[in-house]
């Protein structure tokens, strides 16, 4: 068909289409085309990027066009049309009202505080907010059209609320349920489930669930301290704690992996009594965070939590730090309680305990085992009542071989040994955690991220994280800063190069140069792949992006990899 044709079928398609020169000036324009734009016949020799700016753009980016209070357009792609004249270009369009709307209420929907699930008909998942993705540890693209019996089970014995909307059409409000993920993590709500009708015909349901768990810590802390003032008023004292309070809770840990449910289980259990316990883990994995989870959830949760770090001082002043000091006990020592003292009816944390000196750690296991502490440089000793928990940054065994740490106190510190996974065993925990450090830090740099693009986590998959979930919380953070302030989800380009070029890290030479010759050919591929099919679409990206099956992001970003200059290309044909 010739362009006016073509321009006819777009336009009882409700389909707009101008033909504009090299300086977006419309030359031709159909009906719809016209309505559109709101023209009233007059739009030939008007300048569309006047008037709708976005709809010139080439990149094949979302972009919308207003046009009018409240009314948006979107360019389409456009069919291969022979009679144009030299130089111009058909730009299809159609009405967008709607596709603005959704992203306005996606946008709402995944910053509102309250966890959302939506349910179709079919009582089918069709989107979980930001929220609910950090409540229940799952992630929309993981499960979107799976039923929600395959999803969830009732622990308390009642029936899903979902099912029961959809078939009566009444809401349920206020509804106590405690229920369990298929990756076995447990959640207590209180839940309002709505369905949505129209015109007498159920569309679906949606969940609206607040952490029970959260409600009645917070209704405890209020008890707790109602409590405290009456006790102080009644005597008349009022004290200041100066201990370092524990922020952190076992929900406070992302994780949707097996292995990682099945330590917070085992970690839950421990927390009860008063047993030493070692963390062992590499850096970055979060000891401290587990650390004082445990504390959180012991029974010693009401009393002080400190925490020091043995390899950022020296032996003679954390030996003063950790057991207090006597006035004259050295040059401008003063009477001063040590972390033992403070931390007395609570907890106390030794981090990276192989850093401290093997002389110290002898003076250490004695007060373990006594329950004695006496100051640098006292004569008497007082009792303490402290429960001692300890990280450790290398594997323990491997500790003692290299006489980092003592055996004898392994035993008093490791009673209960606690391994956290790396990140690169429990990958299928990256997605969950990138989300909620975008989540975080959306608000802190003030972005407008909503989401990280599947070749990104492909490659986050790829790589072994050597600084496990710290590194991983970094990378989101140097993509936050680097990404322009238009944009709303994470691609390559915004991650640091060392993450995006995965190393090989072979065993041998042998290997490693088999490995390096396999890569470059595998790269050289690759880049004549992109090549022909740039030059087949005649340098149109996102043209070339469909005919490879990939996204235009993800071809971008090889085109920049491969140093790849389009203009040059072209000419060398």
Not at 547 to 561: A, D, G, P, T, V
């Amino acid at each position: 068909m010739n362009c006016g044709e073509v321009m006819t079928v777009l336009s009882q398609c409700r389909l707009g289409a101008v033909v504009v020169d090299a300086d977006s000036t419309i030359l031709a324009v159909n009906d719809e085309g016209d309505s559109l734009l709101h023209g009233e016949g007059a739009l030939i020799g008007k300048r569309l990027m006047d008037m709708a700016a976005p709809l010139c753009d080439r990149t094949g980016k979302k972009l919308y066009a207003h046009v009018a209070f409240w009314e948006y357009l979107l360019r389409c792609p456009a069919p291969t049309v022979n009679d144009l004249p030299d130089g111009a270009e058909l730009i299809v369009f159609r009405q967008a009202n709607n596709d603005a709307c959704h992203d306005l209420l996606l946008d709402a929907f995944n910053r509102v505080e309250e966890s959302i699930i939506l349910f179709d008909a079919d009582e089918r998942i069709y989107q979980l907010n930001a929220a609910a993705e950090k409540l229940d540890s799952l992630m929309t693209r993981d499960v979107i059209g799976e039923s929600v019996r395959d999803v969830y089970k009732m622990l308390d014995g009642s029936g899903m609320a979902v099912p029961r909307v959809i078939r009566t059409k009444q809401p349920l409000l206020s509804l106590r349920q405690f229920y369990g993920t298929r990756n076995g993590k447990e959640i207590d709500v209180v839940s309002d489930t709505y369905p949505v009708v129209q015109n007498g015909q159920v569309l679906g349901a949606f969940n609206i669930l607040k952490d029970w768990s959260a409600i009645d810590n917070l209704h405890k802390q209020i008890i707790d301290l109602q409590q405290k003032l009456m006790v102080q008023k009644l005597s008349g004292k009022s004290s200041t704690k100066s201990a370092l309070s524990a922020r952190y809770h076992f929900s406070d840990i992302v994780h949707s992996s097996p292995v990682m449910h099945d330590l917070i289980d085992q970690c839950k259990r421990v927390a009860g009594y008063d047993s030493s316990i070692m963390i062992y883990g590499e850096t970055g994995t979060g000891k401290e965070l587990l650390a004082q989870s445990i504390h959180n959830a012991s029974q010693r949760a009401d009393g002080p939590f400190l925490a020091i770090n043995c390899a950022a001082l020296p032996e003679n002043l954390l030996e003063g730090i950790l057991f207090g000091t006597e006035k004259g006990a050295y040059t401008g020592a003063e009477n001063r309680a040590g972390l033992f003292e403070q931390a007395n009816g609570g907890t106390l944390l030794l981090d990276e305990i192989n850093s401290m000196n093997i002389s110290l750690q002898a003076k250490l296991l004695r007060v373990l085992q006594d329950g004695m502490v006496r100051r640098v440089g006292g004569m008497t000793e007082t009792h303490i009542d402290v429960r001692v928990l300890s990280n450790i940054n290398i594997p323990p065994n491997q500790a003692i071989e290299e006489h980092k740490l003592r055996l004898d106190l392994f035993y008093r510190l490791g009673v209960v040994n606690i391994h956290i996974p790396p990140l690169r065993e429990r990958k299928e925990d990256i997605s969950l955690l990138a989300k909620q450090f975008i989540l975080q830090l959306d608000k802190k740099l003030r972005k407008n991220v909503r989401d990280i693009d599947e070749e990104t986590l492909r490659r986050f998959r790829e790589y072994d994280w050597p600084g496990n979930v710290r590194e991983l919380q970094h990378t989101i953070e140097h993509a936050m800063n680097v990404i322009p302030n238009d944009m709303s989800v994470i691609t390559p380009e915004y991650i640091p190069w060392y993450v995006m070029t995965t190393a090989v890290r072979p065993k041998e030479t042998a290997y490693s140069e088999a490995m390096s010759s396999l890569d470059g050919t595998m790269q050289d591929i690759e880049r004549r792949t992109i090549c022909k099919a740039l030059r087949e679409s005649g340098g149109n990206i996102s043209e070339a992006a469909r005919n490879l099956n990939m996204s235009r992001q993800n071809l971008q970003y090889r085109i920049k990899r491969h140093k790849i200059d389009i203009p040059t290309l072209l000419r060398q044909e």
